[in-house]
């Protein structure tokens, strides 16, 4: 053997190849649940429109969508998650949601919009994310009546 052969040896000839592995959400706490009780939990398919991305995923009944979207690689618009700074908005396109947790006024709710860190889901849904000002004029506009 001739030293002029191992010279040309790097670290990495010698290591398996790197094959990427695909995205995996983390599992949350609905996915322990459904494995610990399967049937127990309910879930609907909820497809999110977000600029030129449509997405469908399943969502428990006990898991805002927000949450689950984010879990799924959804990536959109929110900040506290709590249903408070209206970073979240959305327009619900078809399906109902429970969002008795938001606080987005009742007439801004019957108009169809929702927060998605405090919807969660009681059918199979349709929601499209809109620009933050479009649900902050509405819910201003209802709060000074
Ligand atoms: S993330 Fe703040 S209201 Fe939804």
Redesign the pocket.
């Known amino acids: 053997m001739s030293t002029t052969s191992l010279s040309r040896l790097s670290v990495s000839s010698l290591l398996p190849p790197i094959t990427p592995k695909p995205f995996r959400p983390a599992p949350t706490a609905l996915d322990y649940r459904r494995r610990r009780f399967p049937g127990a939990c309910r879930a609907y398919k909820v497809t999110i429109e977000h600029g030129d991305e449509r997405r469908t995923i399943e969502v428990g009944e006990e898991e805002t969508i927000?949450g689950r979207a984010l879990a799924e690689g959804v990536d959109v618009p929110?900040?506290?998650?709590?249903?408070?700074?209206?970073?979240?908005p959305a327009r619900l396109l078809a399906g109902t949601v429970d969002q008795s947790e938001g606080m987005l006024s009742d007439d801004v709710i019957a108009s169809g919009y929702a927060?998605?860190?405090?919807s969660y889901p009681r059918s199979d849904c349709v929601i499209r994310t809109i620009p933050e000002e479009e649900l902050l004029s509405l819910q201003l506009a209802t709060a000074n009546d």
Do not use: I, W
């Open positions: 927000l929110h900040d506290c998650k709590l249903g408070v700074c209206m970073t979240c927060l998605l860190c405090a």
